[in-house]
């Protein structure tokens, strides 16, 4: 079955960046589905991040992100990624990747995280000074 493997994450300053990856690790193709970014900070609940609907059909970000976060596919490499800029503490958390379950083609507005599964191992962010 489907298996996400995410990674880039790490120890940035406040105002630094990151590039998180998104990887297929079982040899399905990423193009043909809907891939969500997702984070969970330290005692706090999921939240949605960014989405990218299949074959590029939509994409979404959470308000607290836009402008500083985009998220992109390489399908030639099989990935998606989120690029953050800007970081701030308050982006700190755990990022996991998955698929939207429910196939439609395109994201929600909000990310609805239950319809959500194969979630990757996630990759741990940390913005302090």
């Known amino acids: 079955q489907l298996q996400l493997v995410e990674s880039g994450g790490g120890s940035v300053q406040p105002g630094g960046s990151l590039r998180l990856s998104c990887a297929a690790a079982?040899?399905?193709?990423?193009?043909?589905?809907?891939i969500g970014w997702f984070r969970q900070p330290p005692g706090s609940e999921r939240e949605g991040v960014s989405c990218s609907g299949s074959r590029g059909g939509s994409v979404t970000y959470l308000d607290s992100v836009k402008g500083r976060f985009t998220i992109s596919r390489d399908n030639a490499k099989n990935t998606v990624y989120l690029q953050m800029n800007d970081l701030t503490p308050e982006d700190t958390g755990v990022y996991y990747c998955?698929?939207?379950?429910?196939?439609?083609?395109?994201?929600?507005?909000?990310?609805?995280?239950?319809?959500?599964?194969?979630w990757g191992q996630g990759t741990q962010v940390t913005v302090s000074s």
């Open positions: 998955a698929v939207d379950l429910v196939l439609t083609g395109r994201c929600g507005e909000p990310l609805r995280i239950y319809e959500y599964g194969y």
């Open positions: 079982s040899g399905f193709s990423l193009e043909g589905y809907t």
